[in-house]
């Protein structure tokens, strides 16, 4: 290695300024006098990924000489968020690009805001990938994040007149500096056509899968570094691209435009991330962009195996394939077709190899969302995947006679394909029987699978079955996001607690120091004013910043409750408009979420929030106790600015719905108080902090269960509870709706007739604890200790946790230090 000081390696502050210049003028060609901020940003992002490249080489150098396991992370998205304040925290760079900034005339603050995010996700899931990448990267895990490069990601949303409006999403348009293409390593994946038998030399009969059409799979790597550990590992991202040949057998017959009208169907692959949809269920470009990436991983992984000169039958031993949900979970028949169609392995020895290399996660308890292909379907677009999916089947199904003798009922629950009437393709029951571990994303969650959901294969295979809390990286829900609470944890502790946050445990006793209470106040009031600015541009509302901060922010799910939280809302609005002189603290109302744009009550709740504001904030008799703001286009950039500044941290779905949650410890770790059901990972976050430092509220996941099984009446609730009812008569009425009386009707329909997600059941509840937030509010001390508890024993909700627990309980890998 030649070792050089140069302008691309060099981080003094002259180097990084000289090297910032160089990439402005030779890289985006422009010059300092006329360079944007856009221009000036992606230069300042080539002079940072140029400091990376040399431990991105030197990782792979070492993973490849210590010939060690490597965890493949299957996703179908990842959430990535702006690259560059995290690398520069991780890099340790920030201050002296910071400065080289300045002295170039510009503000590194502005600079970053002009990157725009990859929202290759929907949420939880998406999000869920890109923080365990960074702790994979930190703890030294060797590792490859496989996805699509889509190039629209999750659509941008505006709200106009109240609803929401969905625009495209093109955060390529200024070209992105962070990834690199590598087509050389490009491989075709096939769709469609029809299987053929043939004998191979040896007299053995085999199958061969002959597509109707192949596109080209072109990978983009962006690395992900890791926090002062000086790994950097790979996320590898495919774009779909035509073959020179894609209609074979146009070209055959001299059909040229028929055959060049064929990169359209490549093109698209890649095309679009689909939002968590009721209707996606059963499209085929949905399963087409499963198959597409999960195959493009599969080819590569083997490719590194064959080239690092080991045998195709030791592929188990050297690759851990995680699947983030179902999406990937075609993965499990496209190795078995690789291993034996391609790779001519018997049978018994390529399963021996898939199903000690696959692993699974589960991610919702929604029936609704559990993923199944219409079989006829599946067998046009994948024909050969579904002859071995047969044959999987076959196999399986013999063992679960053996094991449960007669019970046919049984058998045909845990069949892959479902025979009843119309036929699918059980994408969950592929998973598990193709995995040799399972995990849910709480202990309640798992809980609940090993219960129902999952409980046959449960019960055939208790073994496989395994636990895995989430956890969210301290690095940019805490040290990026909020710089002053840091710097004050960073005075007091050190600056241990970024790898590792048990370390933030010492901050319990300063619990107890009124100074350092005064202290945090003083932080947590300037980062509020930060977020009173954004709002204020964004919005055009003014809040006040020494109102409670009270935060609801994600995708809008009935199951998630923001109407639950309109019921309080106008509770307390009713409470002033009775007694205008009403001694109320004073709250803001911070909502921010997408709505699916199929799902149609969602967006109705987007506009009931809306239109509860237009009426509250105006009313003279509030006098501005009450301010209600929709944030539109809620997205980690906005996440970034939002958990910092909340107080309040609402985690209210009806218990039993939400797999874990993962903005429920981003809040927490921010030092705001939870008030919550014993839902997902609220339960382990109330264990963490401690009881009496929880605002807790509503039924249990097992009560809920009694109730509806009881024949649940909202109605009967509705009509005893004076409160509830002058809420739902006032919408009703049309008071929110400039007299419409329809407007709402299908929502306040569902929570009077059967309110699946027993709102009626917990509000009263619901106001209590709120009512007991308010109190405890109005005493600061106690407010600021009962923060500062949460913000120290969150140590448990890093995803460095996660991953070790991953890391040991599945993967059977070992974490490396750079040799
Ligand atoms: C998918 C669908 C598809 C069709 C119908 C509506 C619907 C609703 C939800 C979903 C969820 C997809 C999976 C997901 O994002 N799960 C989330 O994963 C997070 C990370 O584990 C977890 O914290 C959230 O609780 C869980 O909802």
Redesign the pocket.
Known sequence: IVQIEDDRTATSVEALKRAILDNLYYIVGTTQANASNQEFFAAVAYTVRDRILARWFATLACYKQQDVRVVCYLSAEFLMGPHLANNLLNLDLEEPIRQAVAELGRDLGVIEEQESEPGLG???????AACYLDSMATLGVPAIGYGIRYEFGIFSQQIRDGWQVELTDYWLRYGNPWEIRHPHEAVEVGYGGRTEGWTDSTGRYRVRWVPASVVRGVPYNTPIVGYRSGIANDLRLWRSESTESFYFDRFNSGDYQGAVAGKTFAENISKVLYP???E??GKELRLQQQYFFTSCALQDMIRLHLRAGRQIDTFHEKWAIQLN?THPSIGVAELMRLLVDEHGLDWEKAWEITSNTFSY?N??L?P??LERWPRPMFASILPRHLEIINEINARFLSEVRKHFDGDEARVSRMSIIDEHGEKFVRMANLACVGSYRVNG??AL?TELLKKEVLRDFYELWPEKFINVT?GVTPRRWLAVSNPEQSALMTRRVGNGWLNNLDELKQLEGLAEDAAFRAEWRRVQHDVKVRLTNYILEATGISVDPSSMFDVLVKRI?EYKRQHLKVLHILTLYFRLKRKPNLEMAPRTFLFGGKA?PG?AMAKLIIKLINSVAEVVNTDPDVKHRLKVVFLPDYDVSLGQKVYPAADLSEQISTAGK?????GNMKFAMNGALTIGTLD??NIEIRDAVGHENFFLFGLTADQVQSTLAQGYRPRAIYESNPFLREVIDSISSGQFSHRDQNLFRPLLDQLLNSDPYLLFADYQSYIDCQDRVTEIYRDQEQWSRMAILNAARMGKFSSDRSIREYSENIWRVAAITLC
């Open positions: 929907n949420g939880g899931l998406g999000r869920l968590n949809d009721e996606i269920q949900d996660t991610h919702t929604l609704e969302a994303v709480a969650h989430n799910h699916a799902y939400e797999a874990s949650g993962t997902g990972a």
